[in-house]
């Protein structure tokens, strides 16, 4: 805490950084932090860069001032990089974070291996949203930074439920509860409400998934032209992997779905046997134990084959 702060203190420029596709934890952090920032130091020049601002969480304090585009900038005095399990997440933002006279890495990832000057990093924290609970002043937490690392830790965690979840995770959510939020709404409105698009490609999903691995598996593929046929972008895909890895008898689940000719977005999820995490590094990506994800070229049948190689490798390790 008292080197964060002290990093935090001697810059007069601050930039915030999150990982593409921003979730609801990298959301969730880069608003508290920033808007710890402009109650504590309004004259402080500041910014927050993600690739997107997934509308759901507009209800954040300071929402509207996500930049979402790149444009040179003079260089910050410190870029602090929030989630980000590596430097490449960062996408077209990379250049404030090399150009920084300082950096800071603030993450909870397995594979993170530690690219900034300060990295505090916290595998067995369930969000980065707890880590950063832990870094700033307690008093200086007002009710809208605590919904902004609520929201963060509910997404990271699945509403309290999957295996990350651990005696501090629920202490520091009682503390942000304590500020006053309406927990109730922000667990309906931004993890459990779905649009009909959502819906509708949910139920495309669900409908043409396939158990494989004596049925201790499953995927589903969701292809370019079902996101035109209806009008869905990858916001619309949430949820997804983690509706399949609730099916009975299920260990493993598989959600992909087309960014290019033979090139796939995939989500892996766990439940207590396989470290997606390691499966997800051996193809380029990243994540943790049981949520990971990456980026594959091949067919439909190349990948998914190659994943369960490496799947049925570690379940037969535990077996």
Known sequence: MNQFLEYVAKAESICILGHTHPDGDCIGAGLALYNYLSDMRPRLRLEIFLDQAVTKFAYLKNFEKIRTDYAQEEPFDLCVCLDGADKGRMTKFHPYFDQAKATVCVDHHVTNEGYAQLNIIRPDAASTCQILFGLLEEENITKEIAECLYTGIVHDTGVFKYSNTTAETMNVAGRL????????????????????????????????????????????????KD??????????????????????????????????????????????????????????????????????????????????KEIEKQMGEKH
Do not use: P, W
């Open 227 to 308: 996101m035109d046929f209806y009008e869905a972008n990858s916001q619309d895909l949430d949820g997804i992997v983690d509706q399949l890895r609730n099916t009975a008898g299920v260990e493993c689940a598989i959600f992909m779905y087309e960014t290019g000719a033979h090139e796939f977005k995939v989500s892996l999820r766990s439940n207590k046997v396989v470290d997606v995490s390691k499966i997800a590094a051996y193809y380029g990506g990243g994540g943790h134990v049981r949520a990971a994800g990456c980026s594959i070229a091949g067919s439909i049948y190349d990948v998914v084959n190659n994943l369960a």
């Open 177 to 224: 509860m304590e500020k006053g939020i309406d927990f109730t709404s922000i667990i309906d409105d931004s993890y459990y409400r779905k649009t009909y698009i959502q819906n509708q490609i949910l139920g495309r999903a669900l409908l043409e998934s396939i158990l494989f691995l004596k049925k201790q598996c499953i995927f589903t593929v969701i292809r370019k």
